[in-house]
Structure formats: structure tokens, C-alpha cells
């Protein structure tokens, strides 16, 4: 008896946590689009199409960059970007300064960017933001 009150905690649990990540992709969304519209969106455009005529930025919305590996956007927004960068094929050569933002709002806005206009990627949590910050500043050292 003991033993079957056992195994429906433990699914329970499991099943509460699966709903809690959930939550918290739907949750760091809707905290991004606000810090998006704030700040990237006057480079990216509010479609995330970016301003790809003159190649003046890059787009987020289907960006093969962005979605490949979660490093990418991570370095992109901790540190900034310049140089030569392929998107989708298109070759930019800009300049995009670093966003000082704490890790929290930096995992809102790529949880954002790479989860909405059609994009699809895994969740990236503060904590991961963190890691990139420090391995950075082991390196620079
Ligand atoms: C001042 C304009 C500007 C702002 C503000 C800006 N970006 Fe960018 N972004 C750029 C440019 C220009 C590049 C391309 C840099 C290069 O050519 O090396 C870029 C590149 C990127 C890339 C990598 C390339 C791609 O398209 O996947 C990502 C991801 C990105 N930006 C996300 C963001 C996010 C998220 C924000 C807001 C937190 C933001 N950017 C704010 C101008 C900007």
C-alpha cells in the first residue's frame, strides 16, 4: 500500500515539474517581450526580421545562428558582437554593443527571441547566463 502511495507521489512530482518548466518558458516570454520591445526591437525590428536590406542587422526570426546552439545568442547579448557574422547565409559585418543586464532579464529576452515569430529552441535558465559570464572573466584574467 505504502509502496503504490509511493509511486504516485513520485508521478506527481514528475508530472508537476515537467508543468513547472513549462511555466517557466511561458513565464520568461512574457517577461522578454517586454525587455525586446524596450530595447532590440529598434535594431531587429519589432517582427525580428531585423533590417537585412543594406545588411544593416540581422534577423532573430528564423536565424540559423540563433537556434543551432543556445551559446550563440548567450555570447551575443553578455559580450556583443562585431565582425563578420553568417545569418540564414547573409553575411553581416556590424556591430552590436554588450546588453548590461542582469542573468535573469539576459535568459528572458533569448528565451524570447529564440521561442517566438515561428523560432523554436530549448529553454536557457539565468544560471547558464551566469556560467558564460564567469567563464569569460576566468579568460580574460
Ligand atoms: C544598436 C543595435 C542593436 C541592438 C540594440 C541589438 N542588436 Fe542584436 N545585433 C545587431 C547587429 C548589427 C548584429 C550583427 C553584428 C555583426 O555584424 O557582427 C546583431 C546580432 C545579433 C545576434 C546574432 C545574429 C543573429 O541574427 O542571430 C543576436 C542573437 C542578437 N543580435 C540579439 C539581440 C537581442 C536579444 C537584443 C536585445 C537584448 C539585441 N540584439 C539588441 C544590432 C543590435
Keep these: ?11 506527481g512530482l514528475f508530472l508537476a515539474t515537467s508543468a513547472l518548466q513549462d511555466n517557466n518558458l511561458e ?16 535594431c531587429h525590428k519589432p517582427d525580428g526580421s531585423g533590417y537585412t536590406k543594406n545588411k544593416l542587422s540581422p534577423p532573430l526570426a528564423g536565424s540559423d545562428y540563433l537556434l543551432k546552439n543556445k551559446e550563440n545568442g548567450i555570447q551575443a547579448v553578455l559580450f556583443g558582437l562585431k565582425g563578420k557574422v553568417i545569418v540564414n547565409d547573409v553575411e553581416y559585418d556590424r556591430a552590436m554593443p554588450p546588453v548590461k543586464w ?10 524570447y527571441v529564440r521561442n517566438t515569430w515561428g ?23
Design 1 to 11: 500500500m505504502n509502496k503504490i502511495i509511493l509511486q504516485f507521489s513520485a508521478l
Design 27 to 42: 513565464a520568461s516570454k512574457i517577461r522578454g517581450e517586454k525587455l525586446y520591445t524596450g530595447l532590440c526591437q529598434g
Design 102 to 111: 542582469t542573468d535573469q532579464e539576459l535568459s528572458d529576452v533569448l528565451n
Design 119 to 141: 523560432n523554436k529552441a530549448s529553454f536557457i535558465s539565468p544560471e547558464e547566463i551566469a556560467e558564460a559570464r564567469e567563464k569569460k572573466q576566468e579568460t580574460d584574467k
